[in-house]
């Protein structure tokens, strides 16, 4: 496939019945929804889960998503979903980006963009990332200006 950046994190879907809205289109909250477990699918495969954000109370939280709806999708089509980091102040703000492809012509349909800051659970309020967070995460940022578009 095709993807904007290298190391793509990857998860496929199919559009069901339910996904489907009166155009008869992918609605695009399933694609918010889909970025989202696919966000928590990435982050738990690098070795930080619910359960670690829950010990260290704090967690990444979405301050601005972002999304571009290319094409529409259609009720049963294959499609894969891909995410990487790509960007970290190191200390408080993460970016993760988001491409879904239609498997059958290898068309981006979405780009998707999160801007993301650490928050303490306990208060809500922002705060520094741990240092579990900072090895996992920025080990795994690939470098945005990599894009091949």
């Given amino acids: 496939m095709l993807w904007d950046y290298p ?7 199919v559009p069901q019945s339910h996904d489907i809205d009166g155009l008869q289109h992918t609605n695009n909250a399933v694609y918010v929804q889909w970025c989202e477990l696919i966000g928590w699918a ?20 979405i301050r601005r998503g972002e999304y571009d709806y290319v094409l529409p999708t259609l009720l049963h ?15 408080l703000t993460m970016e993760r980006r988001f491409q879904l492809i239609r498997n059958r012509d290898q068309a981006t349909v979405l780009r998707g963009r999160w801007l993301l800051v650490c928050i303490e659970l306990s208060s809500g309020r922002a705060r520094r990332m741990p240092p579990a967070f900072t090895q996992v995460y920025l080990a795994a940022m690939v470098d945005a200006t990599a894009r091949a578009l």
Avoid: C
């Avoid at 190391?7 to 879907?13: G, H, I, K, L």
């Fill in 7 to 13: 190391n793509a994190f990857t998860w496929p879907v």
């Fill in 77 to 91: 089509e294959e499609l894969t979903l891909a995410t990487w980091l790509t960007a970290s102040d190191g200390k």
């Fill in 42 to 61: 990435h982050s738990e495969a690098l070795g930080l889960s619910l359960a670690d954000y829950q010990r260290h109370d704090r967690a990444m939280a």
